[in-house]
């Protein structure tokens, strides 16, 4: 695919370009809020004609403090993962310290076509998931023709 | 080939875990969220100790992915374990997405104090 340019350059240029392109679209959604590639929970997102299905992975959670809420278009999961860290007095070495801890936030915007009263989250094996529903399309309906005869 | 190998074969996620040692053993933590009571398996072969889970999640569908930062469906992790560790007393809870799994030390391996004696 070769672009229009305003300046013909070299086909090194050009070549680098795609690759820029290339690259560009592997990376999903560029956001403000950084990449959120390693963040915390990570999150899946997919769309069936009815519906916004959300997944965050929150391990270990209690799903008493997880905080969804909806505000303009944006979907935000926020909550706290308390460390597992032993007992002081079990005088206890780490070796290996990989899993997050502390607080978290992360935002998902949503499309316009959905419905954020009706919204359900479940929390089940460590995930929370989110099922946002896209508003019913007009129902057809048949208007009723009142008489003009006014007492 | 095998149904383990063919297993080993499938790309996997390694899952974050937290490993502490105290005196009378070591306690491991891993995060597996998505994986159900009885897609998890551990084994212990030798003194190779193998976490393995499957994602299972609650799909309607139809569902198109548009956004996927767990992309694979199964979590795996191995370890190798010292000799002073008591494989036969490996205790596992798992809850919420994390798996605790305690190993204690075999009971010759336990600290002892040894008194000196003074002549």
Sequence with gaps: ?151 | MNDTVAKQAEAAMIPPVDVFEDAAGITLYADLPGVPKDKLDLQLEADTLTIEGEVALDVPEGMDATHAEVSLPRYRRSFTLSRELDTGKVSAEFRDGVLKLRIPKAEHAQPRKIEIKVA
């Design chain 1, 1 to 151: 695919m070769m672009a229009r340019t305003l300046f013909p350059r070299d086909l090194f240029a050009e070549l680098d370009r795609l690759q820029r392109d290339m690259q560009q679209r592997i990376d999903l959604t560029p956001s403000i809020r950084g990449l959120g590639r390693d963040g915390f929970p990570a999150i899946n997102v997919g769309g069936t004609p009815q519906s916004v299905e959300i997944y965050a992975f929150a391990p270990g959670v209690d799903p008493a403090s997880l905080d969804v809420q909806v505000e303009k278009g944006v979907l935000t999961i926020a909550s706290e993962r308390k460390p597992d860290t032993p007992q002081p007095d079990a005088k206890a070495t780490p070796h290996i310290e990989e899993r997050f801890a502390g607080r978290f936030r992360r935002v998902v915007s949503l499309p316009d076509d959905v419905d954020a009263a009706a919204i359900e989250a479940r929390y089940r094996n460590g995930v929370l998931h989110i099922s946002v529903p896209r508003q019913q399309a007009a129902q057809p309906r048949r208007i009723q023709i009142q008489s003009g005869d006014q007492p």
